[in-house]
């Protein structure tokens, strides 16, 4: 599974640290030896993976262990902290702040309106055979074209990104795409990409296999135009290696369309290669960013590492599997949170079901599994972690959250979680049972309200907890499939 081995050996690396007070430079030392063997192991590039180490050595070095968390924990934070700096830490933070400006995707999924520029925005896409790109395409296309508001994207969202959508209940994309066939030299390719098309309901342009490939984009960015479609999505050949005709290919076609974004898709089971062929393409061509491909097969993780670190350049996206849906957006907080694995968090929830029958351990386990927890089984779970002890003690056995939580956000925790029981009291049964009436059905905001004035909140405390709920869902289920359950 995704990132298995990195996890495996970084968690290993954590626990050696014990019960001791203070990191210093002889007792973190053997831990740094580990990790680094772990990195590269995960076929992180050298330079990275040294990078990563130095980082986290200053990080951690001479400073006392918090107050009720252990070394372990810091450490952990520490190598957090320096693997979201490394995959592109800062854009990740804007883009909860501000997703309209600073995402890296925010360029895709938001860029200007046809309607007020009159250029679609055209997205040209690169890489060698066999890397996902021809599937790249069809993918980005169906989330280009769906809806903000139904997909997987939304329910990851940030509590902000969320909230917004939430309240104005507008769709950030649903934007009219165009794919272009310029694939000419794969036989099939262009037959690939006219059944992807048709399985996404997205049209493809294609004037033949003998037709010139800037020409191909051309005439597909003019049709768009003349037609009303606001994107277009160039599908470019392939080669078995980089070679210069291919590159002067893209630049012509580059040179003819101006395109807004210039994505390689790479595969991430090659590795650190992932990474020195970004730079490649980007000295060579110029690229905007990476498609990282395969991310569902790749139990090392060194293409998603070291990306960004050898070629400056950052992944937009990930492919997650075979289906036209298995595409997300690229964020290095929850990268970096599945690098390091969240198996603690995963004993936690099971030592919280022994308390309830086992019955209602396994229907609840089965329900975190499909996605389906619903508000009464997060009442179940709450009263769980109540009758478990503080949360205090409970939020201080999650990996890196000890340092990060002081009492006084505890206390707000638990404000929380006390208004969200007021919340749920005010539902009725069909709204506890199904979580989606009020957070993707036509109906929620309606609700929302009615929820919200019942148990004597505000609308935007109902919208914060929504999103929380929605949150916790994701991760939960994530978790659950990690663990195998
Ligand atoms: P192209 O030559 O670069 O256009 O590659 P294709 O799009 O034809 O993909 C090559 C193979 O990789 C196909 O069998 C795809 O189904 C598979 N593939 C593409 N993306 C992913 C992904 O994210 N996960 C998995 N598991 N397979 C993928």
Redesign the pocket.
Known sequence: MMFDQLSAALTEVAKNFGGKQRMTENSIQPALKSVRRALLDADVNLDVATALIDGVKRRSLGKEVTQGVTAEQQFIKAMYDELLDMMGGDASQQSNRNPSLQSPVASLAHSPDFATTNKPTVILLA??????????AGKLALYLKEREVDSDAVKQMSEEERASTLASRLPKRNRRVLLAAA?VY?PA?IE?LQILGEQVGVEVFSLGADADPAEIAKEAVEKAKREGFDTVIV?TA?RQVVDEELMEELRRVKKTVEPDETLL?VDAMTGQAAAFLTASFDSAVGISGAIL?????DSRGGAAVSIRGVSGKPIKF?????KTQ?LEPFYPDRMASRILGMGDVISLVEKASMEVSDAEAARIQEKMVKAEFDFDDFMTQSRMVSKMGSMAGVARMLPGMGNMIDSAQLKQVEQRIKRSEAMIYSMNKKERANPDLLLTDRSARSRLMRITEGSGLSFDDGLAFMSEFQKMRTMISRMAKQAGM
Do not use: I, M, P
């Not at 890489?127 to 790249?136: D, I, R």
């Not at 491909?293 to 097969?297: C, S, V």
């Not at 990930?318 to 075979?322: C, W």
């Open positions: 890489g060698l055979q066999g890397a996902g790109k021809t599937t790249a694939d794969r390719a690939q599908d392939g898709v491909t395969k991310l569902d097969g990930v492919g997650v599997g075979e298995d």
